[in-house]
């Protein structure tokens, strides 16, 4: 029997066993989405020549065609025989779980397949035992002066913080807690959770007194022996940014499966930009150079310490001298920029172009900052080989505590270095090379204005196929939204791929006719038209909102969310919950409660309630979109975007403006129906789907409900 036909065997006995145990009848598309991805991954004797490119499986998959069960199906027996491991990348740590949990344990189950499963999340989901002991120490002496932060700010935990911190420490000194942030059973806020956890040059490994306690080595050592690891995007592409395989395995040892992959690209782009605020950085510098002089005085005794610290030093000084030369030339370039309704100043560098003299300042402070970077990461690994000594009058948690500072500077000149070889790249005359773009914000900061320089990429595609596509074993990316305007042609623009990628339809199991119906009222009005939307939508939210007990309302503009719900009639206003007023968790906890209660709630969003939201049966039985949720024009990113597309003889509208449009709004209505069960429908609150030429393309793009269009 040949590989392929032992890799099939072992599928369909798999899917067999699981049926049998589930007690299920086989689906259609998960069939073909566990076939799509056997057929382009199971190839030969999957080998392939070192450099040569591995195959990409792109599968779009409805809502209801359990594609996490497909996946798992197809992916494990063809990495067994490959020798390889599966790394599943989610777009959310909530996902995450729930894959380890729950989707992972149910396969294996009920297939009886021996495979092995570990977790795979950054540094910063752990409690660091060593940060836990200083703050018990702390909380417990009632000290405030104990420096935990990486921007300095004293430790002063509250009442209320210290006996959370008292629970996490009693709970896992007893076992009872593993010491990461999501096995914790209640909400822990990012305030409270930070004092707790460190970075990567924070941390001193097997050099630490806690070592073999820590929850974060201990769940990495469990990666070695791991069929299939459960991380997220977040993770993944902080290892390719490292270089791969520093976090994760080896990208050519490895089969990737990027779930929720329409997220991926916007998640590398974050990774893979800078930014730099100059008054906090100068404030940095400042205050790092006076804690490492006051430092040589404790610290000297240890052997070559001083000598290694005088480099370091200099370099501040020179950093902190040029970063103040350069302010006049950026508050130039805001002169005359008139600010939006926030009072935020921005200027955006034309095709992401600073000029020259800005180009040159650029390379010098990125020389600097990298020098500096490299000189912190010298010292802190300097500390570390000191754990190891005796140093008579230098105590071991001094060490530490330095150890750690260092580090969290070390972490912030990399972040300051990268902002500035971004704006120190000259633009590039490859054909097809897209832009970096560079713009400058004005931010409030407690010392007043201080501004803030970034870069962004403007498309992923071409960072993926270096970083990732073309040097992985393979790939399968899957999500329920792919294609926009009926075609992968943006997926493609945004993500790459390499040309022997696949590419696969698998239609939604839902009676789409039958179960929702989409309308445009006769009363609205084209949502171009800001001040005439408004006073449209305004008029036609109460009667709207009447008629169903879950109602989601999602809107493509805070100023007019905010508008409408403050002239609402209050009786209105008492069912709805609007973002901003608590967390998205706590929204979606209360809209439940509500229901639960046999009330009825409202909830008000923004783009992060349109994907993602999962509001079955009666929590949701009506989705409100209010406009068509077409990009900022102020966007920096998409404004450089455009500006290439259109120097290129394209069409920016056609090409990125509408394709985008269209994609968010299949997602949005991807809100209402999230069973077999459920029923609903859609109002969209904006004319342009009938008024438009383009409008036709949109509602084409749209699931097939029930249409009723005045």
Not at 232 to 257: R, S
Request: aromatic share 8%.
């Amino acid at each position: 029997m040949t590989r392929d036909a032992t890799v099939r065997q072992r599928i369909q006995e798999g899917y067999s066993a699981y049926l049998r145990g589930r007690g299920f009848r086989p689906r259609h598309g998960q069939k073909e989405m566990i076939a799509a991805i056997a057929r382009a991954l199971a190839s030969g004797d999957m080998t392939r020549a070192e450099g040569e490119p591995g195959p990409v499986c792109v599968v779009e998959a409805g809502t209801g065609t359990g594609k996490t069960l497909a996946y798992l199906l197809a992916a494990l027996p063809l990495a067994e025989v490959a020798q390889k491991q599966v790394v599943v990348a989610t777009a959310t740590v909530a996902l995450q779980e729930q894959i380890l949990h729950r989707d992972f344990p149910d396969l294996i189950a009920h297939t009886g397949w021996p495979y092995r499963v570990a977790v795979a999340k950054g540094r910063g989901r752990y409690m660091c035992p060593l940060r836990q002991e200083a703050i018990m120490d702390a909380v417990q002496a009632r000290e405030a002066g104990l420096g935990l932060f990486e921007d300095e700010v004293p430790f002063q935990p509250s009442r209320r913080t210290q006996q959370l911190y008292r629970r996490l420490n009693n709970a896992f000194d007893a076992g009872e807690w593993a010491g990461d942030r999501d096995s914790w059973p209640d909400a822990i806020s990012d305030q409270d959770w930070r004092p707790l956890t460190v970075e990567r040059g924070q941390c001193a490994a097997a050099r630490c007194r806690h070592f073999r306690d820590c929850p974060f080595f201990r769940d990495r050592e469990a990666l070695l022996d791991a069929d299939c690891i459960i991380a997220n995007h977040d993770l993944l592409l902080a290892d390719l940014a490292l270089g791969g395989g520093l976090i994760l395995p080896a990208l050519d040892e490895t089969l990737y499966i990027i779930d929720e992959a329409h997220r991926f690209a916007d998640t590398a782009l974050r990774h893979f930009s800078g930014q730099c605020r100059v008054h906090a950085t100068l404030a940095w510098l400042d205050s790092a150079r006076k804690r490492l002089t006051a430092a040589q005085a404790i610290l000297d005794p240890i052997d070559g310490f001083t000598a290694t610290l005088r480099p370091l030093l200099d370099r501040f000084t020179v950093l902190e001298q040029g970063m103040a030369d350069l302010e006049p030339l950026l508050r130039q370039l805001l002169d005359g920029v008139e600010s939006d309704f926030g009072g935020t100043l921005r200027y955006r560098f034309p095709g992401g172009d600073v000029g020259e003299e800005l180009r040159e300042r650029s390379l010098v402070l990125a020389r600097l900052g990298e020098a500096a970077t490299k000189a912190l990461e010298s010292l802190g690994q300097y500390l570390v080989v000191a754990l190891d000594g005796e140093h008579p009058g230098v105590p071991r948690p001094d060490i530490e505590q330095y150890h750690q500072l260092v580090g969290s500077w070390a972490a912030r000149a990399a972040g300051f270095t990268e902002l500035w070889q971004l704006f120190a790249q000259p633009l590039s005359d490859a054909p097809g090379a897209a832009p970096v773009a560079r713009w400058i914000d004005t931010v409030e900061s407690q010392s007043g204005v201080d501004l803030q320089l970034n870069a962004s990429p403007v498309n992923a595609g071409g960072l993926l196929n270096g970083h990732l596509w073309n040097r992985c074993w393979g790939a399968v990316l899957t999500s329920a939204t792919l294609r926009s305007l009926g075609t992968f042609q943006r997926f493609e623009r945004h993500l790459g791929a390499p040309a022997k990628a696949t590419y696969t339809v698998v239609e939604s199991a839902f009676d789409y006719v039958g179960a929702g119906e989409l309308r445009v009222p006769r009363e609205a009005v084209e949502g171009g038209f800001a001040d005439e939307h408004t006073e449209s939508v305004l008029t036609l939210m109460p009667g709207l909102l009447e008629q169903e007990r879950g109602t989601l309302v999602l809107f493509s503009s805070q100023r007019q969310m905010e508008s409408i719900y403050e002239r609402l009639p209050e009786a209105s206003k008492q069912r709805i919950l609007m973002q901003g007023q608590y967390s998205n968790q706590e929204i979606l906890q209360r809209h439940r409660q509500r229901i639960d209660e046999q009330g009825s709630s409202v909830i008000f969003g923004l783009a992060s309630f349109a994907e993602g939201v999962d509001l079955p049966g009666d929590y949701c039985s009506h989705v409100i979109i209010a406009k068509l949720p077409f990009a900022v024009p102020n966007d920096p990113i998409q404004a450089t975007l455009a500006e290439w597309i259109e120097s290129r003889g394209g069409n920016p509208f056609m090409e990125m403006t509408l394709p985008d449009a269209s994609l968010k709004l299949v997602q949005a209505c991807g809100r209402l129906l999230r069973s077999e069960k459920d029923r609903g429908r859609i109002t969209l609150l904006d004319r342009r789907v009938i008024s438009k030429r383009y409008g036709s393309r949109i509602l084409a793009d749209l699931p097939p409900f029930r249409r009723v269009l005045s």
